[in-house]
């Protein structure tokens, strides 16, 4: 069942009511009107069309069947206006329409998707000073609708012969006999109810000087005591481009624009699409989708996307202007989750192939659907907005226990859906629902949450002075209380035969912002001249894991750390530490002559600045939900040749990334650097980013994982400075195509560079190099390679470092897509 809830909560969009319709039925081939083409909602008859092809109806259902002789059936999602064409259905028309029909993008309709596009930001709500409304979302997991009589029929059928079963006798083991029990419970309670119900009403808020706010006003999740906070962020097509819209998915699609359409007063493009896969039109629609474009504004209307095979779903979005703006009206969904499958026939030992043919033709078989519906409403702009209402993180819950949502609901609950709350709470209690879900939550946080236990995987990794480590951290959650939490980690190194290890305590000082002090003990090694990574995200701290595999030029430390994190407000988060440590070089190192044990005492102070992202408190800590450009990171270290500090010095180091979208493409941008002076060993200076080997490891040489800062050309551990600035380029070619799978590829235009110095190189007897030229590389990324979820990656070395040997100048990096700019 939990694998159906994460399913349910990877989808955005909803179903939408309408009290009176209006319907226009087309013939495919000519586009005229079809008379005659009868309605229906689960069966019963709303009416027919006259010979405009018109029918007006009122229903309560959220999909309507449109029949006619000779043609094939469709259905339509309901909606204020409403179009449909239909196939005739013979065989020669099939053979006709699979020659015919176009393989190419209507260069009309290609030219209004591109207006449209580049005027999305104009026709938004944030082009305006202020706003505020509410929405009403629903969202959830059953059975098909259409098929609930025929289900229950088929459970009645199949429990009295279960039951006749067991009373002869039948042995079932302990385990098959509690999944039975578990699956025929789940089995009747569907009869009556659905499987998974969650209800939200919001507020948003929004203003050019104090930024978003939304507030969840209350929600409830069947089966769950608490929320999946982090789940309560997803997001839908609210001020979001439609991925219909988006240039890198034009490849998917061809578009035809086929008419105009009047709504509320307002002349409208009609613009259908198509994904290009579509074959033989047989049971399949010939068009998957229509976009109604404002012809004023070039704003998207309405965007109804449906699936090639009828029964599999369709989406349907919706935009009302407001004071020239455009808002999201409402949103709906219906989209196939899988199947149940039930056996009627037990499987005999040692079965044929034909008797395991007719086992697997008498499985029966119920579509799984996800149902979503969002209402936005109390629509207000301009409006009065304070300082004080943007306190916080950008989302706030008020209320979690379900008592409010009757002042929001938009249509009220049917009786299976007030059956679920019922049921499946009652089984979120007994099967520990409330647990499963917080694995997902935990999950998406780069944990392993097992009880009141998280563990991190991270400490397992590989470089070339540990060989393989292996390890684990593990931290007592908000289970074991909200404000104490303590934790340790356990590593080996199989190469350098040594064990690491470290304990802390974090207190919390408050519940509703991320403020705690932190105290921890550590006995661990380290890359030399590492950049700090403090305050990083998950994502950014695994993509830049292949700084450290190349570079051998490690030391040991062990000491021990004070330090608090406060969040000062959404966009700006201090962290203040000191530490005391005892340093010794893993390599061949003598610093201005000496060598063996240092010690060190110092401070650090982060900044990070992050405007534009948005986060969430939870049980769990501050979540950030969507991660927005730009963001600044900035650290300052101190030395201090006192508390049996042996070194003076300051080192400061700062990260600016930014990316934004133009006609010409998407191009992002990292901008870097640091300074240091003082007298310490080299590992506290800065490695240049290095991530190729010594080119003595064979066929694999040139090859090497992406990382954040680094360069794929570089030798790794060679190149040491007290002062660097660097920066990263990479701009997506606007040309997105599609060559296998479902997935559109594109190409990303990749400029490095760095450039540093040391002031006192002598103070280091160690085999380096100062980076006191411009260090260049340039790369070509393949991104989706052959419709993967991998970016390949090949890179040259350029400029004053490069050699007359292809191979020194050449490498070639794989990148996970998921890790992202």
């Not at 005229?32 to 405009?52: R, S, V």
């Amino acid at each position: 069942m939990m694998k159906n809830l994460f399913l349910v909560f990877s989808f955005l969009y909803s179903f939408t009511l309408f009290a009176q319709s209006t319907l226009t039925v087309y013939r495919a081939d000519n586009h005229k009107p079809l008379k005659g083409a009868k309605i229906y909602c689960n069966n019963a008859f709303l009416g027919e069309t006259n010979e405009k092809g018109v029918a007006t109806i009122t229903t309560g259902c959220s999909k309507i069947n449109v029949e006619l002789e000779g043609f094939i059936g469709d259905e339509v999602a309901v909606d204020k206006i409403m179009e449909l064409d239909l196939d005739r259905d013979n065989a020669k028309t099939r053979e006709i329409q699979g020659v015919v029909l176009s393989n190419q993008s209507d260069p009309r309709a290609l030219a209004i998707i591109d207006k449209v596009f580049r005027n999305f930001r104009d026709n938004s709500p944030n082009a305006l000073d202020s706003y505020s409304y509410k929405s009403y979302e629903k969202m959830s997991y059953d059975v098909d609708e259409d098929s609930i009589r025929a289900y229950t029929k088929f459970f009645n059928a199949r429990k009295d012969s279960l039951s006749k079963i067991e009373d002869r006798g039948i042995h079932q083991d302990a385990k098959q006999k509690k999944d039975s029990l578990e699956g025929e419970q789940m089995m009747g309670i569907v009869k009556n109810s659905k499987m998974f119900l969650w209800e939200r009403a919001m507020q948003y808020l929004y203003s050019q000087k104090y930024g978003e706010k939304i507030n969840v006003i209350d929600n409830r999740i069947s089966g769950l005591q608490n929320p999946v906070y982090e789940l309560l962020a997803i997001r839908s097509n609210r001020n979001k481009v439609p991925r219909e819209i988006l240039p890198e998915n034009r490849s998917l699609y061809r578009y035809f624009l086929t008419d105009s359409i009047q709504i509320d007063g307002r002349e409208n493009y009609v613009i259908r699409f198509r994904q290009v896969d579509y074959k033989a039109p047989v049971n399949r629609r010939k068009y998957n989708g229509y976009l109604y474009i404002d012809k004023d504004t070039y704003a998207i209307k309405k965007i109804e996307s449906n699936s090639k095979v009828k029964t599999d779903g369709s989406i349907v979005s919706v935009w009302v202007p407001i004071n020239n703006k455009w808002f999201l009206k409402s949103e709906n969904l219906k989209i196939k989750m899988g199947s149940s499958e039930f056996s009627t026939v037990k499987k005999k030992d040692n079965e044929t192939a034909e008797e395991k043919k007719e086992r697997l033709s008498r499985i029966k078989k119920f579509g799984n659907y996800a149902y979503m519906k969002a209402d936005y409403f109390d629509f207000q702009t301009p409006v009065e907005l304070k300082a004080s209402q943007f306190n916080g993180y950008t989302m706030a819950v008020q209320n979690a226990d379900g008592s409010l949502l009757d002042k929001y609901r938009t249509d009220s609950l049917s009786a299976r859906e007030k059956n679920t709350y019922v049921k499946i709470d009652s089984l979120g209690k007994k099967y520990g629902l409330d647990r499963k879900a917080n694995i997902i939550s935990s999950f998406l946080r780069g944990k392993i949450r097992v009880g009141m236990v998280d563990i991190d995987p991270l400490q397992t990794k590989y470089n070339r002075y540990e060989g393989l480590r292996l390890g684990a951290g593990f931290k007592l959650n908000e289970k074991f209380n909200r404000y104490i939490s303590p934790d340790v980690y356990l590593a080996y190194g199989f190469k350098d035969r040594g064990w690491k290890y470290g304990a802390g305590l974090d207190l919390r000082t408050s519940l509703e912002r991320n403020s705690f002090f932190r105290i921890n003990y550590f006995h661990d090694v380290d890359a030399s001249g590492r950049f700090y990574q403090n305050l990083w995200n998950m994502k950014m701290i695994v993509n830049n894991s292949g700084m450290l595999i190349q570079n051998d030029k490690y030391y040991k430390f062990d000491g021990f750390r004070v330090a608090y994190e406060v969040d000062l407000n959404n966009a700006l988060t201090l962290n203040v530490s000191a530490k005391r440590q005892s340093e010794e070089a893993g390599f061949d190192y003598k610093f201005m002559g000496e060598s063996g044990k240092f010690n060190s005492f110092s401070s650090l102070a982060t900044l990070k600045f992050s405007p534009n992202s948005k986060n969430i408190m939870t049980p769990q800590g501050k979540y950030t939900f969507d991660q927005n450009f730009p963001e600044v990171y900035f650290n300052y270290e101190q030395g201090y040749k006192t508390l049996g500090g042996d070194f003076n010095y300051s080192r400061f180091d700062i990260l600016y990334t930014h990316q934004f979208r133009t006609i010409l493409g998407t191009t992002g941008t990292r901008v870097y650097g640091g300074y240091y002076f003082g007298k310490a060993p080299v590992w506290h200076a800065f490695e240049m980013g290095g991530l190729d080997s010594n080119k003595n490891t064979g066929v694999l040489s040139n090859f090497n994982l992406t990382t954040y800062l680094g360069f794929a050309t570089m030798t790794s551990g060679r190149y040491f400075n007290d002062k660097f600035a660097g920066y990263f380029i990479t701009h997506r070619i606007p040309w997105y195509f599609k060559s296998f799978g479902k997935n559109t590829s594109s190409f990303d235009f990749v400029y490095k560079g760095i450039v540093g110095d040391m002031k006192n190189p002598e103070y280091h007897q160690f085999d380096f190099s100062p980076l006191d030229h411009l260090y260049q590389e340039v790369g070509l990324e393949y991104n989706n390679f052959l419709s993967s979820r991998f970016n390949l990656g090949f890179f040259y070395r350029v400029g004053h470092y490069a050699t007359n040997n292809f191979k020194d100048n050449f490498a070639v990096q794989l990148k996970f897509k998921f890790l992202e700019f």
